[in-house]
């Protein structure tokens, strides 16, 4: 194999990048949200899970899924891309569910949950974070294809 041939080799197989441009910003943000859910979901289950095991499940399940989509979105690549699509498309619906949840039956949860009220005690970036994801790694698909 010549130098030349390793070169486009390398770059062929590099995976395709998902963190330029908004994607800084999307991959700043669920770091972000990763420090906070599971920061705050760990102290609530290490003190006082019997209080709302549900809610700080359910937080802790968050802090899970932002970690995965920090770390698909960092990764980079189509298969990457896609993994972080299906888990921002399950993170809008749990949102939805779990906020339309804390809605009609608050007693359901008796301490919030990063998803309660749509994202309302994080400035309702829970809501809006899966929504700005999937739009970007939709056009990325569009802008580098891989």
Known sequence: ????????????????????????????????????????SAYQIATDFGRAPLAYTLSAVAG?????????????????????????????VGVLVVGTW???????????TVWSDYGMGYLFIPVLLPLSALYWLRRARAVTPS
């Open 102 to 112: 804390t809605l009609v039956e608050p007693s359901a949860f008796p301490d919030a």
């Open 64 to 92: 899970v899924v932002y970690g995965f989509i920090t770390y698909t979105l960092v990764r980079g690549g189509e298969r990457a891309r896609r993994a972080a699509l299906v888990c921002c498309a399950a993170e809008l």
């Open 1 to 40: 194999m010549t130098s030349g041939e390793a070169e486009v080799a390398t770059t062929e197989d590099r995976p395709a990048r998902l963190i330029s441009g908004p994607g800084v910003l999307l991959v700043w943000l669920y770091g972000v949200m990763v420090v906070g859910a599971v920061s705050h």
